[in-house]
């Protein structure tokens, strides 16, 4: 899929690359004889859920001048994602990332992105300015502001955006892609009073605004410049906050196969909410169903549902979690 016409449905900016998980679960690395190769990347899995719900959706990423990142490119047109604003970075290889599978919460990531990884080597040439400014949706994570050129690209891509609705940013705290907290704490802080959504884990939030309890933490975003607030409390459901609305959504129940894919599926059920005017509590219960949906599959990006098997599923479930929503 080539030729945009912005403006864009969701243009997301970050990590792209080759999740090869194993096709057994239980199982060690050291033990694994079978393995997946699947399109992966959190931005990149975001822009796909989008794409699955017939949005129109691209990542602004980069792939190294090698076979995997000419399979990143194939992938993403053959799951609808436009491919015009990914750049090679001869310099640098597609980034390789390893999971291990212990269902039902434990699912230890291995990241191959040394010296760098090309989508942290994206620079102001890389930028498409007009489609960043008027995408419906661009949505951020906050790995790309670990390293430079990549996190001054961003900021400039926020500033040419001006906060306008909808800016997300995705709290996305992975230990190993920061010298420190110190150092993640100080850089998300720069860029929360740019956007107008932030999405994080408690944990997330913890280094981001210094709160982890959710009532807390959700006060601290939109203190800090969000006008939506979205923590993610696990087993425990998730609370979204606005300054006049509050929403607290039990999880979606299932039979956890792989955890990994939940959060960007969450994601994705986001933005199709947002952009499909819905409330704040259908908008939360899609995400939170949507996530449950990917955590009982095996991989993330082709694990992304469509509308009908998300409202199929919200309607299983209704009754459990969201009785006030009738619109399904």
Known sequence: ?????APLDV??????????????TGVGL??????????GGSPTNVAVAAARYRHRA??????GDDPFGR????EMRQLGVYDDYVVTKPDFSTPLTFCEIFPPDSFPLYFYREPSAPDL?????DLPLEAVKEARIFWISATGLSKEPSRATHHLALDARARKQFTILDLDYRVNFWDSEVQAHRYVQ??????????GNREECRVAVGESDPERAADALLEAGAELAIVKQGMRGTLAKTRTERIAM??????????????DAFGGAVCHGLLSGWSLEKTIFAASTAGAIVASRLECSTAMPTEPELLAEMRRFREQCAPGVKDL
């Open 190 to 199: 720069e860029v929360l009073p740019k956007v107008n959504v932030a999405i």
């Open 71 to 74: 399979f990143v490119c194939r």
């Open 1 to 5: 899929m080539t030729g945009t016409v």
């Open 11 to 24: 243009l997301t900016i970050g990590r792209c690359g080759i999740d090869v998980y194993p096709l057994q």
């Open 121 to 125: 080597e994206l620079t102001a040439d």
């Open 30 to 39: 050291e033990d694994v004889s079978t393995f997946g190769k699947f399109l």
């Open 250 to 263: 039990p999880v979606t129940p299932v039979k956890t196969l792989n955890g990994l894919g939940a959060g």
């Open 58 to 63: 691209a990542v602004v990423t980069g792939v």
